[in-house]
């Protein structure tokens, strides 16, 4: 079974970074989506990237230009690294796994089978 953990999160200014971390585990497939969603207090689980197999990449409108997401296949490691962080940022960040590439573009939450926790982004003015 897949497991997902995230960490990495905090507490930052307004224009700081933040590099959070997805450990992967339970999956030998060779094809794959996985994502990063944030969600904050009272707000729908928002869609923030994704990578495929294929190292294709895909980003919300609210962090194109701010945020990248990667994969190292030798750690098993989603990464997200957050840069030019704003307030509106401040959320809870979940990363997302299914055993498939294809759609992997269109950050559906519905479209992710396997869930981190979740680790907690701040970012205060």
């Known amino acids: 079974q897949v497991q997902l953990q995230e960490s990495g999160g905090g507490s930052v200014q307004t224009g700081g970074s933040l590099r959070l971390s997805c450990a992967a585990s339970?999956?030998?497939?060779?094809?794959?989506?996985l994502a990063w969603f944030r969600q904050a207090p009272g707000k729908e689980r928002e869609g923030v990237a994704s990578?495929?197999?294929?190292?294709?990449?895909a980003y919300g409108d609210s962090v194109k230009g701010r945020f990248t997401i990667s994969h190292d296949n030798t750690t098993s490691t989603l990464y997200l690294q957050l840069n030019s962080l704003k307030p509106e940022d401040t959320a809870m960040y979940y990363c997302?796994?299914?055993?498939?590439?294809?759609?992997?573009?269109?950050?559906?939450?519905?479209?992710?089978?396997?869930w981190g926790q979740g680790t907690q982004v701040t970012v205060s003015s």
């Open positions: 997302a796994a299914r055993m498939s590439s294809g759609g992997c573009h269109y950050l559906v939450r519905a479209g992710f089978d396997f």
């Open positions: 339970g999956y030998t497939g060779r094809r794959y989506c």
């Open positions: 990578i495929n197999s294929d190292s294709s990449t």
